[in-house]
């Protein structure tokens, strides 16, 4: 059973930065994809960014291209977002995901196990 556990969320003013860590513990990971999602109450999920494992291959929301840097470290389980320039509609409570599929990545029915997620807040 894989598990995943995010970090690094906490309080930031607009314009600032932060890394969110997900790391991976239980059988060994080598996952096709790792993402991360964010979703604010009242509001689905919300696809931000992927990485395949194997390539390292990326693609972001276009809300968050340019700002948000995916990445993985392969040694550790890891997968970062690093998030840049944050605004205060980026708040949320962000979740990484891992699936073993290679379809629906963009998509929260395509991730097989979670994290229980850490809260962005953005303050203006």
């Known amino acids: 059973q894989v598990q995943l556990v995010e970090s690094g969320g906490g309080l930031v003013q607009a314009g600032g930065s932060l890394r969110l860590s997900c790391a991976a513990s239980g059988r060994t990971f080598r996952p096709y994809a790792v993402a991360w999602f964010r979703q604010v109450p009242g509001k689905e999920r919300e696809f931000q960014s992927v990485i395949r494992w194997s390539t390292s291959w990326t693609y972001y929301a276009d809300s968050v291209k340019d700002r948000f840097t995916i990445s993985r470290d392969d040694a550790n389980n890891t997968v970062y977002l690093q998030m840049n320039s944050l605004k205060p509609e980026d708040t949320a409570v962000y979740y990484c995901?891992?699936?073993?599929?290679?379809?629906?990545?963009?998509?929260?029915?395509?991730?097989?196990?979670w994290g229980q997620g850490t809260q962005v807040t953005v303050s203006s």
């Open positions: 995901a891992a699936t073993l599929r290679e379809y629906a990545l963009l998509y929260v029915g395509g991730y097989d196990y």
